[in-house]
């Protein structure tokens, strides 16, 4: 895989950790007085699997820490992930209004960056979509208590699926 391709399917591995952080809107409803986010607050690691169009896979090591204010309607992230071949470091920032998810993310070391909208669905269920300028991933993320999982493919790319699992960090 060349390195431009490398940054994009890092780039959309990013974004796909950043809505790791989103499940948590589904129980906004239940959480009258906190926001979506608050659940979110601290450090979660976690493993997973990025498996290519051509069949390659390569596992995956991330660490994420989570910053909540506005009530739990707020939350920026600040993540690291490392496999055999690459490392990254991305920022994000999240903001939930009413059902609907928006926000901002960028990957410092290759000036990347891009758009995260969304909404929560029933059962727990979160369905987005995140844009870049060099691809477009779709994502299905859920929580269950202290677990989280995540898949995301990305039509067109290189990158057919990434399966991700978080845990909260004790």
């Known amino acids: 895989m060349g390195d431009n391709m490398r940054w994009r399917t890092i780039s959309a591995l990013a ?8 499940p948590a809107l589904a129980q906004g409803a239940a959480q009258a007085s906190t926001g979506p986010f ?25 660490k994420a820490t989570y910053d909540v204010d506005g009530g739990g309607s707020k939350v920026s992230q600040e ?17 939930q209004i009413g059902g609907t998810l ?28 995140a844009e870049g300028d060099t691809f477009t991933a779709l994502l299905a993320v859920k929580t269950r208590g202290d677990h989280q999982t995540v898949l995301m493919q990305s039509p067109g790319s290189k990158v057919s699926e990434v399966s991700i699992t978080l845990s909260r960090s004790k």
């Open 79 to 95: 993540l690291r992930c490392a496999s055999d071949a690459y490392k990254f470091d991305m920022n994000s920032s999240v903001v």
């Open 38 to 62: 608050e659940s979110l607050r601290g450090s979660w690691t976690g493993s997973g699997v990025v498996s290519m169009k051509d069949g390659a896979r390569e596992r995956v090591r991330c």
């Open 15 to 22: 974004v796909m950790m950043l809505l790791a952080a989103s």
């Open 102 to 129: 928006s926000g901002i993310w960028s990957e410092s070391t290759n000036r990347l960056a891009g758009k995260i909208t969304g909404r929560a669905t029933e059962g727990g269920q979160i369905d987005i979509r």
